[in-house]
C-alpha cells in the first residue's frame, strides 16, 4: 500500500499512550500514529476528527468506557479496526467488545512484539478490504463502461430472437435502457451503395462515416423522443425508440433520411416496422423493418419504406423463357459480351413486367440461378485455371446479402465480361495458331499457285470463314500475303544476281511483265531498279 495506514491511541494512563505512541517506530510498518486521547469521549471526538483505520484503547476509561466508544465508533465507522488493551481481571470485557465488532485484545502488561503482531495482523486486514473496495470500483468501472455494449447485446437478442415478456423485461431494469417499456417502434437505416463508395478510403475515415451517421441519427431522434442506436452490420443501423402522437414514425425517419443526406456526403435507406405494445414484440417490428427495406432493391436508395404501405409482393420463383436462354447460351460460348449483356437485361426486365413486382429474395434467387448457368456454359469451354476468376465473381454473387437490383444485374454482366474476355483470348490463340501454321505453309510454298480454298482445306475450315479469319489476323487478304511474301523473296533473289525471267518463272509468275508490274507496285521500282541500285551499292 502506498498510503500509511492510521492509527491513534486511547489510554487514561499518560505513559501507556506515550510508551504506545513513541516507543515504537511504526512509521517503519506503514502506520502513522494521528493522535492520542485520555478518556473515551475525547477518544471519541479524535476518532471523529482523524478517521483513523486502527485503534487502540483501553477498556476501562473515565466519562466514556472502551465497549460504549466502541458501540459508537463503528455506527459512524464500521470498517475502523479497534484493538483493545485489556488486564487478566477484564478478560470477560474484552470478550463482550470482541462480540460487539472489536477486531482484537491485548492482555497487559503489554508486550511490544505482540503489539505489534496485532497491530500488523490489523494492517493486512484493512489492506486485505481496501483491495477488495477498489476492485469493487473497477468493476463498477468496467461495468459502467461496458453498459453500451450490454445494451446493444441485449436489444440484438430481442431483435432476432422471440421471447416471453418475462425473459424480455428481466435484463431492462439492471441496464439502466433510457426508453418507455411500453410502444416501441423499430427502424433501419443502411448507408445506400457503402462498399462501392469506401472501398479504397482508409479504416479511420470509414469509422468516421459510421460515426458521423450514427451520430446523426441519434440526434435526430432525440429531438423527438427516447432512442436507442447501435450498429447491426458494415452499413446499417438499427434504431429502437418509443413513438410519439406528435409525431409520426413516417416523419422522423424522413428528418433522419434528409439529415443524413444534408448533413454527411451520403444517403441512407430506412425501413419501418409497425409499432408495437411491448419488448417481446420487438423482434416482430424488425422483421417487418427489414422486409421494408428490402424494397430498397428497386429503387436504389434515399428513401423511407414503410411496412403498412408496402405492395404484395410475387412469392412465386420467376422463370426465363427457353428461348432466350438458349440464345444467352450461343453469345457466352462464341464470347459475343455486347448481345450477353443484353439478353441478361431482357431477361430481368421479363421478370419485372406485370403489375405486382417479384420480392427481392425472389429476384435474388432468379439472378442467382442465371449467374449459374453462365458459370456452366464457361465451364465447358475454359480450363480450371480460366475458370478461377469466374468462380469469385460468382461466388460473390452467390453471398450477396445487401445488394440492390442494379447490383445484381451488373454483377451477373462483370460475370458475362470475365467469361466472354477469356473466350475471345481463347479464339484469338486458335485463330493466330490456325493463320500461322497457313503462314509457314505459304513461306515453304511461296511458289505454289493454290487457291484461298485450297489454303482452307489445310487448316479444315470453310473458305469464307477462313478468308475472314486471315484479314482479322494479318491485316491482309490471303493474295496480299501470298503476293508480298513472293515479292520480298524476289528482292533477295534479285540481290544475289538472279535474272528477272528466273526470278518470275521460280515464284510461279509465267509473265514476266505480270511479275514486273507486281514488283513496282510492291517496292515503287521495276525488278531492274532495284537491282541495279542494290548491286551499286554493293
Known amino acids: 500500500m502506498t498510503e500509511a495506514i492510521r492509527m491513534c491511541v486511547i489510554d487514561d494512563i499518560k505513559t501507556v499512550v506515550e510508551g504506545i505512541a513513541t516507543q515504537i517506530d511504526w512509521e517503519a510498518y506503514g502506520i502513522r500514529i ?16 482523524t478517521e483513523p483505520h486502527i485503534v487502540l484503547t483501553d477498556i476501562r476509561m473515565p466519562r466514556l468506557s472502551g465497549l460504549e466508544m466502541t458501540k459508537q465508533v463503528l455506527q459512524k465507522h464500521p470498517r475502523t479496526k479497534i484493538v483493545f488493551m485489556s488486564g487478566y481481571t477484564d478478560f470477560q470485557y474484552a ?15 503489554i508486550n511490544p512484539k505482540k503489539m505489534i503482531d496485532v497491530v500488523l495482523k490489523a494492517r493486512h486486514a484493512i489492506e486485505e478490504e481496501m483491495g477488495e473496495t477498489q476492485r469493487y470500483h473497477e468493476m463498477e468501472r468496467k461495468l459502467r463502461e461496458s453498459l453500451p455494449y450490454l445494451r446493444q447485446e441485449y436489444f440484438q437478442l430481442l431483435l432476432q430472437f422471440r421471447t416471453t415478456p418475462e425473459q424480455a423485461a428481466r435484463r431492462w431494469d439492471f441496464l439502466n435502457i433510457g426508453l418507455s417499456r411500453e410502444r416501441f417502434a423499430v427502424m433501419l437505416a443502411e448507408i445506400d451503395q457503402f462498399m462501392e463508395q469506401t472501398d479504397m478510403l482508409p479504416v479511420q475515415e470509414v469509422e468516421l462515416i459510421r460515426f458521423t451517421v450514427h451520430n446523426i441519427l441519434e440526434e435526430t431522434l432525440g429531438r423527438h423522443t427516447q432512442a436507442f442506436v447501435f ?23 424522413e428528418q433522419c433520411r434528409e439529415n443524413v443526406a444534408k448533413f454527411s456526403r451520403y444517403t441512407v435507406s430506412l425501413g419501418l416496422g409497425e409499432e408495437v405494445a411491448a419488448i417481446h414484440q420487438i423482434s416482430h417490428a424488425y422483421a417487418q423493418a427489414l422486409a421494408a427495406l428490402s424494397y430498397s432493391f428497386y429503387t436504389g436508395g434515399n428513401t423511407v419504406y414503410s411496412f403498412p404501405n408496402k405492395s404484395p409482393m410475387q412469392e412465386e420463383l420467376p422463370r426465363y423463357s427457353p428461348e432466350k436462354e438458349k440464345e444467352l447460351f450461343y ?20 421478370t ?58 451488373t454483377n451477373i454482366k ?26 509457314a505453309y505459304i513461306r515453304q510454298h511461296v511458289d505454289s499457285d493454290m487457291t484461298v480454298n485450297d489454303y482452307a482445306k489445310l487448316v ?12 482479322k489476323v494479318t491485316g491482309m487478304t490471303v493474295v496480299q500475303f501470298v503476293t508480298s511474301e513472293r515479292m520480298e523473296r524476289a528482292k533477295v533473289m534479285l540481290v544475289e544476281g538472279k535474272q528477272v525471267q528466273d526470278i518470275a518463272q521460280s515464284l510461279g509468275y509465267e509473265d514476266r511483265p505480270h511479275f514486273s508490274e507486281l514488283f513496282k507496285k510492291h517496292t515503287g521500282m521495276t525488278p531492274s531498279e532495284f537491282k541495279q541500285l542494290y548491286s551499286g551499292k554493293e
Open 352 to 409: 419485372l413486367t406485370g403489375g405486382t413486382p417479384p420480392a427481392p429474395q425472389t429476384v435474388k434467387g432468379y439472378g442467382d440461378d442465371v449467374a449459374f448457368l453462365i458459370k456452366r456454359v464457361f465451364s465447358e469451354k475454359l480450363t480450371d485455371e480460366e475458370m478461377k476468376a469466374i468462380e469469385r465473381e460468382w461466388q460473390s454473387i452467390k453471398n450477396l446479402t445487401s445488394f440492390k437490383l442494379t447490383e445484381l444485374r
Open 34 to 49: 494521528t493522535g492520542t486521547a485520555s478518556n473515551g469521549q475525547k477518544g471519541l471526538e479524535l476518532i471523529d476528527e
Open 231 to 253: 450498429r447491426d452490420n458494415t452499413n446499417r443501423f438499427v434504431a429502437i425508440f418509443n413513438p410519439t402522437d406528435s409525431f409520426g414514425l413516417e416523419a422522423i425517419a
Open 460 to 471: 479444315y475450315l470453310s473458305g469464307s470463314y477462313f478468308a475472314n479469319l486471315f484479314k
Open 95 to 109: 470478550q463482550q467488545a470482541v462480540q460487539l465488532g472489536a477486531f482484537d485484545y491485548i492482555v497487559k502488561p
Open 331 to 350: 453469345c457466352l460460348r462464341s464470347g459475343n459480351l455486347v448481345k450477353a449483356c443484353a439478353i441478361v437485361d431482357e431477361l430481368f426486365e421479363e
Open 414 to 439: 462483370e460475370l458475362c465480361r470475365i467469361g466472354c474476355e477469356r473466350i475471345q483470348k481463347r479464339q484469338t490463340e486458335e485463330a493466330n495458331q490456325v493463320v500461322e501454321q497457313v503462314i
